[in-house]
């Protein structure tokens, strides 16, 4: 059951629809596909995981640092919720034109910035200033690099369907299967890295998992079988300690007592990293119910507001910027 955090500044959404409705929009789009995917129990639980980060946002577009098409908003939501279930297929992989084009940066290389959206360049280097907020400054526009060009840290990234080889420093294409590789980044699309270096078909549900990998985001692999099957539901079986947190479907955690999915645990019970909504697992590993700003924390999870300031060690409200 890991979180879902949205970023804003990784991915964009809306359609034809106004921005103050963005959030939410994006919000649904996510949550219904990890539903109708299979990995969660249903849009509200995903709901309480989500975090959105719209106010910096906002306050670029109002600045006008960042531009805001709702037309492509809405092309971009269709595709993030219509993507496949299946994490290595290329509309998962790559994100959206309309995406890219629904959010777009205004300040122009050397410019002010607060995040990497505000810039043409899509890179904002921000020093520590030892404040909330420390204005940083837009880096330079690169074009993206053709398979068979040079690729270095210098350059822009590869294009789309290719990666950057670092043993040669150029952009090679995707590999296809049982071709040499380290990630299942450097393989193509519907294909992962085994173990031993090379691209292979991804396993999908009802498939051998040799490897413990299954593609879909609402599997895994069964130990017994070794056979991809779905996130277990309320009283199927899991197993004992980290390797637990992966079998069942979010937001339910597997019961260390009785070795089953189960609710997540309440206020006062013991927990092993995740509790149910408006609680956190403290050190104790015991969930204990989240902070109103003021109070000490450690953490983001520990706060209301899902913001712990790193400099007061206190929650508080997440500042905007510029």
Do not use: H, W
Not at 88 to 98: I, L, S
Not at 125 to 132: F, H, I, K, L, Y
Not at 161 to 189: H, K, P, V
Not at 199 to 222: F, H, K, S
């Amino acid at each position: 059951m890991v979180s879902l955090v949205v970023s804003f500044a990784a991915a964009c959404g809306g359609g034809g629809v106004k921005l103050d409705d963005l959030p939410d929009e994006l919000v649904d789009a996510l949550c219904e596909r990890q539903v109708r995917c299979g990995a969660y129990t249903s849009v509200a639980d995903c709901r309480n995981d989500v975090r959105t980060q719209f106010e910096q946002i906002q306050r670029g577009v109002d600045a006008g640092r960042i531009t805001y098409d709702e037309d492509k908003a809405g092309d971009c939501l269709d595709a993030l919720g219509g993507a496949s279930c299946d994490s290595t297929q290329a509309n998962v992989r790559e994100e959206p034109d309309a995406c890219r084009d629904a959010l777009r940066g205004t300040v122009a290389d050397g410019g002010t910035c607060y995040g990497d959206i505000e810039c043409v360049s899509g890179d904002c280097s921000v020093p520590d200033c030892g404040m909330a907020c420390c204005a940083g400054v837009c880096g330079t526009t690169v074009a993206e690099v053709a398979i068979g060009g040079t690729c270095n840290g210098t350059t822009g990234p590869c294009v789309t369907g290719s990666f950057c080889d670092s043993s040669t420093s150029t952009c090679t294409a995707l590999r296809a299967a049982g071709g040499a590789c380290t990630t299942n980044s450097q393989c193509g699309y519907g294909l992962y890295c085994l173990e031993a270096g090379t691209c292979a078909e991804a396993p999908n549900r009802g498939e051998p998992c040799p490897e413990q990998y299954c593609a879909d985001i609402g599997d895994r692999c069964d130990a017994t079988t070794t056979t991809c099957v779905g996130l277990g539901r309320v009283g199927d079986a899991c197993a004992e300690g980290f390797a637990g947190l992966f079998d069942c479907i979010a937001p339910l955690t597997c019961n260390q007592t009785t070795l089953q999915c189960d609710n997540p645990p309440a206020t006062g019970q013991p927990c092993l990293f995740f509790c149910a909504a408006g609680n956190f697992c403290n050190a104790n590993d015991v969930c204990e119910a989240t902070k109103a700003n003021g109070q000490a924390c450690q953490g983001d999870s520990e706060c209301d507001s899902r913001y712990c300031d790193e400099t007061t060690s206190m929650c508080a409200d997440e500042p905007v910027c510029g």
